[in-house]
């Protein structure tokens, strides 16, 4: 190897053109997913106030931010759902007139270029909000699964371009796989949260989709942060069950997960920024303890150098505006 002076690593760094032309890894707006929540009504527009930027909408007003989506390059949305009413087996999330299936309904026939997924999970539809049906205060497995089915092939039959079960459920894409052929939506792919860490930095989500659970936690379903192998088992079941796409979700505080899902899957890896994750920049930038835009897309940067093919987050749009 040649020593200084002949080696000169900062000739590649002198200007932003030059650092631009030898760049490895670039996040454009088509490689960002944008989460959307959607509540009942007309004419909503609710504040997330423990997620700046972010809103509860409903359907009318959703439209305007899947158009701009759209506009910016964005092309991707993820529906979450918040519904009027809540009961034990989280039944408004899978009715055709839920509000998910509503909001489907009205993005592709406003745009049918969009992508639109859907999450398939009870949380935001249950009394107790936990991710399943329970027996006693437990979440019983194997009961979920019908349930979760149910969900998936109610999107589907709405319009939904890819369904993403995100409950952590044993065997949920196995059993989605087959309701969604039976029901005769063999090519609506499904995007596995396949390695989904029982994470702190979900807070502010459970303010938007107002699912926090009632009773304890979610640890018993989801993964355990220290399991980077579980990670892996995790998303190669999910991958023969049928899976098209799998995830790793939070993002920013797993990026050796990104990098080994990556290594031994051939499909396409998605990464969850989170809420917690969004927040934390979010928050530190309203102080000025930070230059937050930078600073969020040298975070999304990260996740797309462990390996990351696609993003999910909440800062889709402002990133695709451009630099402030």
């Known amino acids: 190897m040649s020593v200084y002076p002949i080696s000169r690593p900062r000739r590649l760094r002198r200007t932003e053109s030059m650092r631009s032309l030898v760049r490895e890894t670039t996040v454009s707006p088509s490689d960002l997913v944008l989460p959307l929540f959607v509540v009942p009504g007309t004419g909503v527009r609710r504040p997330v106030v423990s997620m700046p930027g972010v809103d509860q909408t409903s359907v009318d007003e959703l439209l305007r931010d899947a158009e701009e989506a759209l506009g910016l390059g964005i092309p991707a949305v993820l529906l979450f759902g918040i519904p009027d009413s809540k009961d034990e087996t989280g039944s408004s999330g899978y009715a055709d007139d839920g509000v998910v299936q509503q909001a489907v309904r009205a993005l592709k026939r406003a745009f049918s270029e969009l992508i639109v997924i859907t999450d398939v999970c009870l949380c935001e539809y249950t009394s107790h909000g936990h991710c399943g049906v329970l027996q006693g205060q437990d979440v019983d497995n194997d009961a979920t699964l019908p349930y979760l089915a149910r969900m998936a092939v109610s999107h589907a039959a709405a319009g939904a371009d890819v369904v993403a079960p995100s409950d952590m459920m044993d065997g949920r894409v196995g059993s989605i796989r087959t309701a969604l052929d039976e029901a005769g939506f063999a090519e609506v792919p499904i995007l596995a949260y396949s390695a989904k860490f029982a994470s702190a930095f979900y807070g502010p989500f459970r303010d938007a989709a107002e699912s926090t659970p009632q009773f304890g936690d979610r640890r018993s379903y989801q993964m355990?942060?220290?399991n980077a192998r579980e990670a892996i088992r995790e998303t190669l079941l999910d991958v023969e069950e049928g899976a098209d796409m799998v995830m790793v979700k939070p993002a920013a505080a797993?990026?050796?997960?990104?990098?080994?899902?990556?290594?031994?899957?051939?499909?396409?890896?998605?990464?969850?920024h989170v809420s917690g994750e969004y927040s934390m920049v979010m928050a530190a930038a309203e102080r000025g303890w930070l230059d937050g835009d930078r600073a969020m897309r040298e975070v999304l940067l990260g996740i797309r150098r462990a390996g990351a093919d696609r993003i999910i987050t909440y800062y889709a749009r402002q990133f695709a505006r451009g630099p402030r």
């Open 224 to 226: 355990d942060p220290g």
């Open 254 to 272: 797993y990026l050796d997960v990104i990098r080994g899902v990556r290594d031994e899957v051939e499909c396409p890896v998605f990464a969850y």
